[in-house]
C-alpha cells in the first residue's frame, strides 16, 4: 500500500506501467517491479521548486510483535544496531542539535515522535524465532540522493517509509530526475544476514565497488599522539617498524600547517611532506597521510585567499555568513575550534580538491585518509543549488580521485557511506576506538549520541552489524587495534576481544601504540590477527564474507562468524571466546581459547 499526500493506494493501484501522481507542480512516478519499485520525480510548473524529500509508505501488515528494525547509520561513525518500534528512539529526539544531527543523519532535522530511521538499507521483523520472517528495505545507490527508511505508526499500524532525501536541492521547470530503485525482499528472520549481503552484492554490483585492494596491514599514528604528534614520534616508531609486518605507515592528524592547508607542515614537522613520505618509502613500506579535505580553518591561507569557495550558513534564504560543519578546539583556527566547509559544487573547489590530491601523490603518499567528509551534506548555500546533499559528497570525492588517480588508495572516514561507492577502496565503518571498553552512559556529551563517541565497544558493535559490508561495497576499515598493556584501560581480555572480531571480521588490520611499548603478547596477538583477518578476507573475496549470525537477536550483537572462526562476546564486558575451525591448520592456539 503507498500513500501519496494522505492518499492511500493498494498495490493493485500501482501495478501496470508506472503510476504518476500529482503533488503540485511535482509528478512523481512509480513503478512496480517484482522486488522493489523504480521511480522518478519531475517537475511539471512554470517555475523552480526545492525539493526536500519524496517517499513511498508502505503499511506493515500482519505484525505479530514489536518489530525490530535494523538500523544502518548514515556515516562511518554513525551507530549501527538494531532498535524497537516503540521501545527505542531516535536519538534527534533527545538531543535536539542540528549541528550533531547533521554529522550523523541524511536529515538534519528531527525524526517524527516515535520513529526510528535506517539509513540506505534496513531489515524489519517481527520476531525471532524459527517461523518469523523479515523484510529487507534498501536503496540500490545513494550517487544522487540519500535514502532514508523511517519505521512509524499511524492510525491504521505500522508504516515503514521510503524516503529519497533530495536535501532541498532545486529541480528547474520541467526537470526530471531518476531517483534510486528500492529493493524490497522477504526471508526468514534467522536469514537477515543473508538478506543483507545479497543486497550489499546488488549494490555493489551498480556502484562499480572497488574491492580489488589487498589485504591491508599497517601502523597509524593517531591512537597514540594524537594532536601533538611529531616527526621525532613517527621516526622512532618508523625505526622500529623493520620488526613488524607493516605494509602502510600512515601519519594522523597533527602534520599540517592548518586545517585546510595541506601542503605545509607545522613546526613539529621540520621536513616536508615529500621527505617524510621518502623516508617512510625508503623503508619498503607504503607512505599513509590522514586530510580532512572539505574543511578549512578560518584563518587557514585557504580560506582567507578563497572566502568564496565556503558554503553559506543560509536559513530561509537568510545568509549569516560562511558555514561552520565542525568544531574541534585542538584544531585552533581563531573561531574557537569551529571550521568552515568546503563547497564542492565550486567549480574552482573541484579544482584545488584534485590539485591537493595531486600534489599529496606526487610528493609521494598514494593511500590517503579521508576524514570529516560529511561536511559538504550540511544544509546550506552552495553554489550549484540544483546538486543534493550526496552529489555534494560525491562531488568532492570524485575530485580527490581525479586528482589521486586511479592506483591510490582512498580510505574514507567521517564518510556518508551511501555517497562514494565506486569511488573509495575502504571506508571506516565505526566509531573511533579509544583504551577503554564502554563508556558509563553519564558521559554522554550530547543526548542521545553516547554511541559515537570514541569506546572500542563501540567500534566493536559496528564491527559486527557492518560485516556484511566488506569486499562488497569497498574494504572494511574496523578502526585500529589497542595493542597496549601500559597506560590502558582496557583488560587484555578486552583488547584481545575487538583483535580477534577485527581478524574474523577480514577487515583492515591497523596498529596504533607506540611501538616501544609493546612486548611479545602484542606481536603474538597481531600476528593471531593477521592470521585470522588474511583468512576471512580471503574467503570474502570468494563472496563468504564474515557474518553476524544474531544481528536481529539482540540491540547489540555478541556473535561474528567466518572462515576463520566464531567469536562470542559479551558487549557489555568484553569478554569473549573464539572457535576456530576444527583441525584448521595453523589454528593458533587450538581449537577454543577463553578470552578470559
Ligand atoms: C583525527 C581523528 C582520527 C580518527 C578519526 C577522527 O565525533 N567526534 O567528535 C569525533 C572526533 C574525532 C574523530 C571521530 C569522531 O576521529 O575517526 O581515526 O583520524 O579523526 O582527528
Known sequence: MADVDGTRYERSDLEGSGRTFGLG???????????????????????????????????????RGPVRMFRNGYQSWSPTSVGVLGLDVDPSLRADLPFLQAVHHADQRRARPGELRSEWVTVLADGWGPDDSAVLVGFNGGAGHDGTLRLGTNALGVEVRAEAFLGDAELPAGGQRTLHPVMITEGPAVDAPRLLERWADRAGRVGGARV????????????????????ADIAANLALADRWPFDVFQIDDGYQAAIGDWLDTNDRFPSDLAALADSIGSTGRTPGLWLAPFLVAPDSEVARRHPDWIARHRVDGVDSGPLRTWWNPPWGGGEDGFMYGLDTTHPEVAGHLEAVAAAVVEAGFPYLKLDFTFSPSLDGGYVDP?????????????????????????????????????????NRIGPDVAPVWALDPSREIVAGYLGTQPATAHAFTNTLTRSFLHRRLWLNDPDCLMLRTEDTGLTPAAARTWAHAVGVSGGMALVSDDLSLLGPDARALLDEVIVLGREADADAIGGEGARCPDLLEHAAPRMLASGAGSLVADPHTGLSRLLRPGGHPGAPHGEERPGH
Open 386 to 426: 540544483s546538486l543534493t546533499p550526496a552529489e555534494r559528497v560525491r562531488a568532492g570525492f570524485a575530485a580527490i580521485r581525479r586528482g589521486a588517480g586511479d592506483d591510490t588508495f582512498l580510505l574514507g572516514c567521517g564518510v556518508p557511506l551511501a555517497n562514494v561507492v565506486g569511488l573509495v577502496d575502504a
Open 212 to 231: 580489488g585492494s589487498p589485504f591491508q596491514v599497517g601502523w597509524c599514528s593517531w591512537y597514540q599522539y594524537f594532536h601533538d604528534v611529531t616527526e
Open 25 to 63: 507542480p511535482v509528478e512523481l512516478t512509480v513503478e512496480l517491479q517484482d522486488t522493489g519499485f523504480d521511480w522518478s520525480v519531475a517537475n511539471r510548473g512554470d517555475g523552480t521548486v526545492r525539493i526536500r524529500s519524496v517517499a513511498v509508505v508502505y503499511a506493515v501488515a500482519g505484525a
